[in-house]
């Protein structure tokens, strides 16, 4: 594997990739990487001759009060890690590669209408930051594939939006999230729970389980999110939201939609913690004199 540190060497590395006609992956990520991460990294492996990683953590997409500054940089496993896995070329920028004019005068992306709510409601800027940093790597790297989770599954929506909006040549493809024996979505951030909240944690994955069992076996959306909401609470969650949405992350309307997703975003202590699931709502019983 090759790792780069600057545009022009990236340039030309994927120049010569391209005119031997062989199809590039993208796998975008923040680093200290995990399992779900390398799966990315698997399905990139399995879909395209060149599989490109790229290791940004993106200050555009961070808040005031979030972590930047204590975000785990680990490039010396993380390259070992992509190694194992097949990466063949690893572009690892700084900050002043990426904005060299600065931050507070960088062209930003919008990603209109899926970008409000869920984690657009209280992150506020950090879709337009995700979207930013997003269409800086597919025009650097111009890949034909480029993958992302699915457990940032209003992230996926955002960059499957800009893609279509802005008539990139590139297939998006979502990977199922990958899980710790016990349910909890792994995250990067998981590092930051004590073992009491690790222990607690699962409890997460299990409340949205039994959310989506009650909402397939009839129960009222309203009704099963106020539950699970309580659940939650009474669990000693902090909740920042719990809500089913529609096709493309649309609001959910009973009267037409029978498949949607899921979505939750709770804290313990200082940690915030996302899931999602898919899920399947019986059919309205036709009605008739």
Do not use: W
């Not at 940004?56 to 204590?70: H, I, K, R, S, Y």
């Not at 904005?99 to 209280?122: A, M």
């Not at 506020?124 to 790297?141: E, P, Q």
């Amino acid at each position: 594997m090759r790792t780069l540190h600057d545009i022009a060497p990236l340039r030309e590395a994927l120049q010569a990739h391209r005119m031997a006609g062989r199809r590039i992956a993208l796998v975008p990520t923040m680093g200290n990487l995990h399992a779900g991460h390398l799966a990315l990294v698997d399905r990139a492996r399995e879909l395209a001759d060149v599989v490109v990683a790229t290791l940004f953590v993106n200050p555009l997409q961070f808040g005031a009060g979030e972590d930047f500054g204590q975000y785990p940089r680990t490039l010396d496993s993380d390259s070992d890690k992509l190694t194992a896995h097949g990466c063949d070329l690893l572009f690892a920028p700084g900050v002043e590669t990426l904005y060299p004019g600065g931050l507070e005068t960088q062209t930003q992306v919008h990603v209109p209408d899926v970008s409000e709510g869920l984690c657009g409601g209280t992150r506020i800027g950090h879709f337009d930051g995700v979207a930013t940093v997003v269409s800086l790597l597919f025009h650097l790297v111009q890949p034909d594939i480029a993958c992302f989770g699915e457990k940032d599954f209003q992230q996926l929506a955002v960059i499957r939006k800009l893609v279509a909006d802005l008539h990139f040549p590139i297939e998006i493809v979502g990977v199922p999230t990958v899980r710790a024996e016990d349910g909890l979505a792994l995250s990067s951030r998981n590092g930051y729970l004590g073992a009491d909240d690790r222990a607690l944690a699962p409890a997460f994955h299990r409340e949205l389980s039994r959310c989506r069992e009650a909402l397939a076996g009839g129960q009222s959306p309203d009704d099963a999110l106020a539950q699970a909401r309580q659940a939650l609470q009474a669990s000693g969650f902090r909740l920042d939201y719990l809500e089913i949405r529609g096709p493309a992350l649309a609001p959910f309307d009973i009267a037409r939609h029978t498949e949607g997703r899921l979505l939750g975003a709770v804290y313990l202590g200082s940690t915030r913690l996302i899931d999602n699931l898919a899920v399947s709502l019986p059919r309205p019983s036709a009605t008739g004199d």
